[in-house]
């Protein structure tokens, strides 16, 4: 569970569904104030209506009455105050509705609605003595001085929020003789737009609840194929390649990076394969050839000391020519057998020869695979890439709207320090700018959910790119061993044609010596010229015999190595897990 709240596909879900609850949130905020403001203005409206048919259709008579007599004796007062109730009877937003006049620069409420008289009011109240907003008053003396309808900004008091409406009653002369005054009750106005906004956020929930299923779905089948690499690329790195790459479908770059992630799978447990066999090859080609190095050098061995036995039986032979008959007869047999040798010798040398040429030539293929899944490796890096880039593009969208939400909360904030000056009249604007304040910080930390995922998939990719990076240093090693492998085949390919160049000396030096031996036999008159003849011809034959002799030992020094360089590619091919 603790692995699925820190993945990558569930962040983006997680944030995909903040935006979009923010996004209903906003939307239903929003449609509130266009309601409330919608119904305030329409309020207003039906405010000036209602204010000028009160002044229109009142009957005048009536009206002096009931200023002449603002009581409950009076039946116009009466009849006043059940007119007024029928016109609040008609409209579920007006709260009070009374008739005041004007005395000396004073207002007094002549007549009301049963509202009014429900909370105690008596008739002919002084208004100005009750608490009154001083606004309203000086509206209630601008209808009786102008002669026109008057209307209040919202304001409030303790028994709520109102916005007034003031309708003045003219007489035939066009003297204003009283006025009629109109509260509207703005909280039920608010709680109509709230109770409208509520029912779009309700039907918002269900349309975010399927948007989340679908970004669900979505996002996990498009991370579905990364997460599988992401294992595979582990299992690579740790040496396992007895594994399976399920096709990626589609053309775009997680395609692409399937593709070449299997295609590098594949070309690299060929070069695995090819430098197993190899080196097994060299192994056994190693061996023989010390085996078949190690007779030679005894044989060699055995040749010197023949040979030093010739050259002393040569001095003697000088002396004594029955003991030169015998020792040419003893070096006759030696040179045959150094004969058979060097043809044996031979053998194995153009053995060797063939071989080393066999593996030289596997060791370029070897090499030449490695370069290819060294170019597969980099596009596969050159993929993952521009994943990072495209995720670089997203982090400065993301900065991008970080600075819009930082401008938009320093613009809530000016607003809400004007609103604040206004005083009363801007606490609707403050609630405004306060809601905007919010808004701009709910995006802002969206954003940075964002940037946070973003940075999140930044750091697969950069580890993805470190495996791969992996997996170069270890196919270049692989490489170099191969190379160093090459190279020794090819020194041992140098060693053995000078090998055969010697013995050919050898076998030409032997037939010499041999015709040398028949005449000596057929003649012994002569054994002495032949003698000193044959002394000369020792020598030589030793000298050359040193000098193969420490050849021999120079390849076997070389087969050492190449046994070394063996073991190194087998503990290097040994990583791996086919």
């Known amino acids: 569970m603790r692995r699925i ?5 569930w962040k983006i879900i997680i944030a995909s569904l903040g935006i979009l609850l923010v996004f209903g949130i906003l939307s239903s905020t929003a449609t509130y104030f266009m309601i409330k403001n919608s119904n305030l203005s329409s309020m207003s409206k039906q405010l000036h209506d209602t204010a000028a048919i009160l002044a229109e259709e009142v009957n005048l008579d009536q009206v002096r009455s009931v200023v002449a007599q603002p009581n ?11 007119k007024m109730d029928e016109i609040m ?99 039920q106005v608010t709680q109509k737009a709230w109770k409208e906004a509520s029912t779009i956020l309700y039907m918002m929930l269900p349309f975010t609840i399927i948007c989340g299923l679908l970004i669900y779905f979505i996002i996990r089948r498009m991370m579905a194929p990364i997460h599988s690499l992401s294992e595979k690329a582990h299992m690579i790195a740790a040496g396992n390649l007895n594994i399976e790459i399920t096709e990626v479908q589609g053309n775009d770059e997680i395609g692409e990076l399937g593709k070449s992630f299997s295609a590098m799978l ?40 023949a040979i030093q036995e010739i050259a002393s039986s040569t001095e003697i032979q000088v002396g004594s020519v029955m003991a030169s008959s015998q020792a040419t007869q003893e070096l006759s047999e030696g040179i045959q057998h150094v004969a058979i040798t060097s043809g044996s010798i031979s053998e194995v040398s153009n053995t060797m020869a063939l071989e080393a040429e066999e593996g030289n030539s596997t060791t370029k293929k070897v090499v030449e695979q490695m370069r290819s899944i060294s170019l597969s490796v980099d596009k596969s890096v050159s993929d993952v890439r521009s994943l990072g880039e495209h995720s670089q593009e997203i982090s400065k969208i993301v900065e991008m709207i970080t600075g819009i939400s930082s401008q938009t909360n320093l613009l809530a904030l000016n607003a809400a320090i004007e609103a604040a000056r ?21 995006s802002t930390q969206s954003a940075q959910q964002i940037a946070n995922l973003v940075q999140e998939i930044q750091g697969r990719t950069s580890h993805s790119i470190s495996s791969m990076d992996h997996v170069v240093k270890e196919v270049n090693v692989g490489m170099e061993v191969v190379q160093k492998a090459g190279q020794a ?90």
């Open 422 to 442: 206004a005083g009363e009249h801007g606490k609707g604007f403050a609630v405004v700018a306060d809601e905007v304040r919010k808004l701009a910080e709910q």
């Open 5 to 9: 709240r820190n993945s990558a596909s």
């Open 72 to 82: 409950d004796k009076n039946p116009d007062v009466l009849q006043a105050t059940k």
């Open 266 to 305: 594949t070309n690299l447990r060929g070069i695995i394969h090819n430098v197993t066999d190899v080196s097994s090859r060299i192994s056994h080609l190693s061996a023989r050839l010390s085996s078949e190095i190690k007779n030679t050098v005894q044989e060699n061995q055995q040749v010197s000391a």
């Open 89 to 187: 009877g008609h409209s579920t937003i007006i709260d009070n509705l009374y008739l005041a006049s004007y005395k000396n620069g004073q207002f007094f409420n002549v007549s009301m609605s049963s509202s009014l008289r429900k909370l105690g009011v008596p008739y002919n109240q002084n208004l100005n003595e009750v608490g009154l907003s001083p606004d309203l008053l000086a509206l209630m003396k601008a209808a009786f001085e102008q002669k026109k309808i008057q209307a209040t900004d919202i304001y409030g008091d303790q028994y709520g929020q109102f916005k007034t409406g003031i309708a003045p009653v003219l007489d035939e002369q066009n003297n204003v003789i009283a006025v009629y005054v109109v509260d509207y009750n703005v909280a």
């Open 489 to 578: 085949f090819e020194y041992i390919l140098e060693a053995v044609q000078g090998i055969n160049t010697q013995i050919q000396e050898v076998s030409a030096t032997s037939e010499e010596m041999a015709a040398s031996s028949q005449q000596v036999t057929a003649s012994m008159e002569s054994m002495t010229g032949i003698s000193q003849e044959f002394a000369g011809n020792t020598s030589s034959v030793s000298s050359s015999s040193v000098r193969q002799l420490a050849s021999m030992q120079e390849i076997a020094r070389e087969t050492e190595s190449l046994d070394t360089v063996v073991d190194e590619l087998k503990e290097t091919i040994e990583r791996f897990t086919l």
